[in-house]
């Protein structure tokens, strides 16, 4: 699709330079922002399909409170969220979207910097074999937090490389049945977390070989989960590990 300038009208929002619509609320673009607090007029946009933020900031925000502002874009297809050539070196990138139902984010194409520590998905609904190819993109990253639909399929593989510096790890209400890891998974992992993941079969017992664990928490899941847990303590206790916390 071709867009040119005489098809897109410039309005004035507080919080961003501009807004460019196109008449036909096929298409939103906001370009150059750096963070964006209410886009309420969303709720008149009710065939929008796609919509794009592109901004030199290390933040993008995008927030639609559903509690004040009901609203739903049953339609939308693509939500493309960008913020490339930083004024100011940074290892922070946050990407926060309310009230956008059921839109899928792909990473594939995405670079963040490397040197990014800290990571948190929610409800973008990313496929499995794409974790892979961001664990290897992030090479610096010691926390990841995957919340509400952050990740859908049944299984997820990791394999050697995959965040080797990743320390905290916690999957909140993921819809995931197994899970498998390569023969030395997370090496500097020191926290897991699994809450309300309650398809999810067991933690791998590869997991248990991990030097740097500290503490597993499981709550809400399979009680097969929490047996596994117990299990992984037990093998960290033979190699004389006994700092090993299950919550």
């Known amino acids: ?72 874009l049953d339609n939308l297809q693509t939500l493309t969220v960008i913020a490339a050539r930083l004024s100011k070196p940074s290892s922070r990138v946050e990407v926060v979207v309310w009230g956008l139902w059921y839109v899928r984010v792909r990473l594939s194409g995405v670079r963040f910097s490397t040197n990014l520590k800290k990571l948190t998905l929610m409800e973008s609904q990313v496929m499995w074999n794409e974790m892979s190819t961001l664990g290897k ?5 010691e926390v990841l937090k995957l919340l509400q639909l952050a990740c859908v399929g049944k299984c997820w593989k990791t ?11 916690e999957l909140v209400n993921i819809p995931i049945e197994e ?39 499981v709550r809400d899941c399979n009680t097969s989960v929490a047996n596994s847990a117990h299990k992984i303590k037990e093998e960290q206790v033979s190699m004389g590990n006994n700092w090993l916390q299950i919550v």
């Open 1 to 72: 699709m071709s867009i040119t300038k005489s098809e897109l009208d410039d309005l004035d929002y507080p919080g961003y330079e501009f807004v460019r619509v196109l008449r036909t609320s096929d298409v939103m673009i906001s370009s150059n922002c750096s963070k964006i607090e209410k886009l309420v007029h969303l709720r008149g946009m009710v065939t929008l399909r796609h919509l794009h933020f592109t901004g030199k900031g290390g933040m993008v925000r995008i927030e639609t409170p559903g509690a004040i502002y009901p609203f739903s």
């Open 137 to 141: 993109s992030l090479p610096n990253l």
């Open 159 to 169: 394999s050697d490389g995959d965040f080797p510096q990743l320390k905290f790890l």
């Open 179 to 217: 899970w498998q890891v390569s023969s030395n998974p997370f090496p500097r992992l020191q926290r897991l977390v699994l809450v309300g993941c309650p398809e999810l079969q067991s933690i791998p017992s590869e997991i248990g070989e991990v030097p740097t664990l500290q503490m597993i928490e």
